[in-house]
């Protein structure tokens, strides 16, 4: 149990950093700055509904935006640059 909270542990880091690099570099699929709103505004959603995705940013770029209607608003907005 212990060895499977470290791995968690780590996994979760491992995706907060993959996020913020993510979103940090802009790519034509994901054209935006990467703020610290926008972190924080879809760190939740990746991890709740693209989890399965980290670290591959193409997939969970993919993932957001399959997913739009479940992302909370203000990821949404990120997504779609609408503010």
Do not use: W
Not at 29 to 53: L, N, W
């Amino acid at each position: 149990m212990v060895v499977e909270r470290a791995m968690h542990a780590q996994n979760l880091v491992a995706a907060l950093l993959f996020l913020t690099f993510a979103l940090t570099n802009a790519s034509s699929a994901f054209a935006h700055s990467g703020t610290k709103e926008e972190q924080d505004a879809c760190t939740p959603d990746v991890m709740r509904i693209c989890s399965a995705y980290v670290p591959d940013e193409a997939r969970i770029v993919a993932c957001l935006n399959r997913n739009l209607r479940k992302l909370s608003p203000e990821c949404r907005a990120v997504m779609t640059g609408k503010k």
